[in-house]
């Protein structure tokens, strides 16, 4: 596997970058062009309303953070935080063995958390902001 590790900084700009635009495509009509309808759902499965634009606001704004690798582990932790929330509060309605139910929340999810783990590597606003850390 260390032959390997050559790639790690392209794969976490990757998946930094295809998280982002699936944030961001998902985050931006919750937010933006059907919030009315994206609150109801909220309010349908029985959350508070304020979850509604945390996570309208968590997809759109996290996502473009993403992009630029800006709060990144944070961002990723919130964001898986997020999709275990809707596997288990909106797609387990047919149960574990509908894996077509709840796949890209799960996919996802587990990117984020990867994210979250590894942090954003080397190409990112956090390195050059937080070098001593990284």
Avoid: C
């Avoid at 998902?26 to 109801?40: C, D, F, S």
């Avoid at 959350?47 to 945390?54: I, K, M, S, T």
């Avoid at 919130?78 to 509908?98: D, F, N």
């Amino acid at each position: 596997m260390n032959r390997l590790d050559f790639l790690r900084p392209l794969a976490q700009l990757l998946l930094r970058l295809g998280l982002a635009i699936i944030f961001v495509y998902h985050g931006y009509p919750k937010l933006i062009t059907h919030r009315a309808q994206w609150v109801n759902m909220v309010q349908h499965l029985g959350l508070p309303v304020f979850l509604a634009y945390f996570v309208a606001v968590l997809e759109l704004l996290g996502g473009l953070l993403l992009v630029v690798g800006l709060f990144t582990r944070l961002v990723a932790l919130l964001m898986t935080i997020e999709m275990g929330v809707a596997i288990w509060k909106v797609h387990l309605g047919h149960g574990v063995l509908a894996v077509n139910d709840y796949q890209l929340a799960l996919a996802v999810g587990l990117g984020a958390l990867m994210l979250a783990a590894t942090g954003p590597g080397p190409v990112s606003v956090d390195r050059l902001l937080f070098k001593s850390r990284a």
